[in-house]
């Protein structure tokens, strides 16, 4: 069974770093694509893009080019997101979701809320 | 970009009322790229259909999804209590690589 494991919620001031973690179990994230979705509060769903942890190639979304570095570790079978230089916009639920060749996200995991205070 | 539009935005129903929610995008998607997501009150979304018209694992039958080219929707013949969610549209394009969701259609239970 595929499961995700997210890190915490985050309360981080403006202007600092933060990063997320997404530990998988049930199956290797070297086998799949790990993607990143952000959901602001009571808004839709955005796509940040995504990691292949074989080889550490990565593509975002033009959007969060220079706000997201996507990462990963096989040996512990974790995918991370980073986020920079973080404002008010960046307050949001953040989602990994594992994709082989599917085009659909059919994994969610927790989500980890990321809070900006000023 | 291919922008999703989800109308209405919310619509309110009575239990065993038929409902249908729609989903326009600003250019053609294939059909076997749109996706819908239920989304509940503090739950991450779920994968409701995928490929237009496929039912996901667990999803009752009375949920159908239709459509091709810039539009699309999704129908509950029957509606019910539970049925109450956001449910977002998502699309995939290739080229260049974009995951694009719409802006949801959150369905209310009177």
């Known amino acids: 069974e595929v499961q995700l494991q997210q890190s915490g919620a985050e309360l981080v001031r403006s202007g600092a770093s933060v990063k997320l973690s997404c530990t998988a179990s049930?199956?290797?994230?070297?086998?799949?694509?790990m993607h990143w979705v952000k959901q602001r509060p009571e808004q839709g769903l955005e796509w940040i893009g995504w990691i292949d942890p074989e080889n550490g190639d990565t593509e975002y979304a033009p959007k969060f080019q220079g706000k997201a570095t996507m990462t990963a570790d096989t040996s512990s079978n974790t995918a991370y997101l980073q986020l920079s230089s973080l404002t008010s916009e960046d307050t949001a639920v953040y989602y990994c979701?594992?994709?082989?060749?599917?085009?659909?996200?059919?994994?969610w995991g927790q989500g980890t809320l990321v809070t900006v205070s000023a | 970009e291919n922008v999703l539009t989800q109308s209405p935005a919310i619509m309110s129903a009575s239990p065993g009322e038929k409902v249908t929610m729609t989903c326009r995008a600003s250019?053609?998607?294939?059909?076997?790229?749109l996706h819908w997501y239920q989304q509940k009150s503090g739950a991450s979304p779920k994968l409701w259909i995928y490929?237009?018209?496929n039912l996901a694992s667990g999803v009752p039958a009375r949920f159908s999804g239709s459509g091709s080219g810039t539009s699309y929707s999704l129908t509950i013949s029957s509606v019910e209590a539970e049925d109450a969610a956001t449910y977002y549209c998502?699309?995939?394009?290739?080229?260049?690589?974009?995951?694009?969701f719409g802006g949801g259609t959150k369905l209310e239970i009177k």
């Open positions: 250019s053609s998607v294939s059909s076997s790229y």
């Open positions: 049930g199956f290797n994230i070297k086998d799949y694509y």
């Open positions: 979701n594992p994709i082989t060749t599917a085009s659909w996200f059919a994994y």
């Open positions: 998502q699309q995939y394009s290739g080229y260049p690589l974009m995951y694009t």
């Open positions: 490929s237009t018209s």
